[in-house]
């Protein structure tokens, strides 16, 4: 190494003293190439990305208003939107219903619509948490998914019980419209009750000239007496009719738009049979503003387990109670009715079709609390509950009819045993599939068995909706200005009576 360096010092010194006239050889050194940098965030590159983060942007923002408007109608929007999403699987506790305190009504509530929100059933057994009440969380079983069926345990206390049924005795029990006929009083009660087709066709033609025409069935159908001619029987009439060419029927069209629909209805020799029969006693609780304290907190916990909003379930029906004694029983039957432009909601006549046919009652859901329990019998019965399908002429098997809970009640698909302070809620109808209410659900077909020993005392909350959004919207606003004018009322002169209120709501 140190030769080597000695050698390159002698060269050196050597070169300065090199001759002139031989050519000066410089050392060889690497050439640098000019290399133009190019600059990776360009100007063009940069415009690319920005295009399509902006793109990207537009296309959420667009995802985002898609989801929010197919959740539900875009009028049905409203301060006290509850989320349709249901308890998850996980079993996180279903938030409360309102933001407002619970027990008092606003009035931006009442002017406006919503969309129905819906609990997952999740598969029949599956249990989830619900926060119903503070410091306490109840647990809601399915018990199936067609009808969506759920049961609460521990809905009321055994003190709520008592205090329900106490005011349901004071106010007093009257006896239900349609009473089934005992076996003395069948032969005397068979004529109001069963009516061939020939009666039919003969009480609808007012003229007595042989043919049926619309003003004759419109005139009939204003009756709410229901045991002979009911909303199904109007469409089928109604659709004969229109199918004709002159507009009228006769004996012969009428037997055939009229009798199909009636062989499960048929008794033996040709008669036809009310299709819905039941036996007991009931009343009607109010549960608005004033009332006894227990109704209102069952009133606030029933908005908590549905998630409705408060509005909705204060403008329905008020809470029915219901006693069965020994024998009683109710046979199978829909609380709600199917949807056709002849009819309308009874709870929203006020903004309703004054030229409908009939009114029928509108019933997305319902929440039956056991208010005792039984010793022997009285079970709730849904006699096609989870069916594959449903078909109306299965429903007669072997002669016997499914709805006739006296004969066929331990022949239903799902019984409940009463149990004092347990709760079932059930939907009556199906979702659109846009956040308001469907079709109505036939399996929640559903009956109580006769009571063979004890007392049956049951409560009956409804929550009333209108098919149509639009007119259950009206009929919101409605109230909302009646209430709006008593409050402006009450404030110069005196307080509304409980009844006034009531018969507003």
Known sequence: ???????????EQSGGSRDSSMPYNAPFRPTRLPIQRSSVCSRAYFVVVMVFFHVYILN??????????????????????????????????????????????????????????RLEGIRVGHVQPVSLVAERTHKMRTLSLKPLLFEIPGFLSEEECRVVVQLAQLKGLMESQVTAPSQGQEEANQPLLSLSTEEVFSLLDLNQDGLLQKQEIVSHSRSRDGTWLNPENLRQILTGLEAGATGMLTLEEFRRVYDVPQHSERQPGGKHRSRFAQRNKHTWLYQGLGSHHVLRTLKNRVTSLTRLPTALVEMSEPLQVVRYEHGDFSNAHHDSSPSHPETTCAHTRLAGNTSALTEVSC?????????????????????????????????????????????????????????????????????????????????????????????????????NVDPDHQQQARYQRLVAQRYRAKSGVEEHYQPLSHSDLHQDL
Not at 1 to 11: K, T, V
Not at 98 to 105: A, Y
Request: one cysteine or more.
């Open 363 to 463: 019933r997305y859901l319902t929440v039956v609390l056991y208010l005792s329990s039984v010793e022997e019998g009285g079970e709730t019965t849904f006699p096609v509950a989870d069916n594959r399908t449903y078909e109306e002429q299965a429903l007669v098997q072997d002669g016997v009819d499914l709805t006739d809970v006296q004969e066929t009640c331990g022949r239903g698909n799902l019984r409940i045993r009463p149990t004092a302070g347990t709760a079932l809620l059930w939907y009556n109808h199906l979702s659109d599939g846009r956040g308001w209410m469907g079709e109505l659900d036939e399996y929640s077909l559903h009956g109580d068995c006769p009571v063979k020993r004890g007392l049956k005392w049951v409560a009956n909350s409804w929550v």
């Open 60 to 117: 959420v923002i667009a995802l985002l208003l898609y989801v929010h408007y197919s959740n539900g109608h875009g009028e049905l929007v409203g301060g006290n939107r509850a989320s349709s999403t249901s308890v998850s699987e996980g079993g996180s506790s279903l938030p409360p219903p309102s933001p407002h305190p619970p027990g008092e009504i606003h009035e931006e509530d009442r002017g406006q619509s919503f969309s129905l929100p």
């Open 1 to 11: 190494m140190e030769d080597l360096q000695e050698n390159l010092f002698r060269d």
